[in-house]
């Protein structure tokens, strides 16, 4: 994969990683954008007049986790692994925000469980996976590589 795509993949974790509780996201021009405001009728008509939506978003941030598993497949780069770990962070903060609408729950949360599932961090020559329980204090070993 070419540096430009993997540069755009750790721009778009990062981003979703910084997503604050009550902060709305939309996509443009292909790119992922926290709204600065996000409340308010001009604010609603702004994103009813760009199509922006829940759905839109997440269909965005799916197709980057999926990206970014399948780059971590071919290459074991740990900025990616981080930055998608970061991005559960971001992820968490938009299940408060949408916390009444239970398929953005459960796509939020399907999202999270396969990144801890597939994520797995090296240390001292330690294979080391979290807590698919999202406890990281008590990680597992796996095994010596």
């Not at 269909?59 to 780059?71: A, C, H």
């Not at 968490?92 to 597939?118: C, F, H, M, P, W």
């Not at 797995?120 to 294979?127: A, D, E, Y």
Request: with cysteine.
């Amino acid at each position: 994969m070419g540096e430009q795509f993997t540069d755009q993949i750790l721009t778009s974790l990062k981003i979703i990683g910084r997503i604050k509780e009550g902060q709305k996201v939309c996509v443009r021009d292909g790119l992922i954008h926290i709204e600065t405001k996000s409340s308010g009728v001009v604010s609603s008509i702004k994103r009813w007049l760009h199509g922006d939506n829940r759905f839109t978003t997440l269909s965005y941030i799916k197709n980057v986790v999926n990206n970014t598993l399948d780059l971590c497949k071919v290459c074991n780069d740990q900025d990616l692994k981080n930055a998608l770990d970061d991005s559960i962070v971001g992820m968490s903060s938009l299940a408060v925000t949408y916390g009444n609408d239970a398929t953005t729950l459960a796509t939020i949360e399907v999202l999270q469980e396969r990144i801890k599932k597939n994520i797995s961090i090296k240390l001292n020559g330690v294979r080391v996976v979290g807590d698919p329980q999202g406890d990281n204090s008590q990680q597992k070993v796996r095994g010596r590589n």
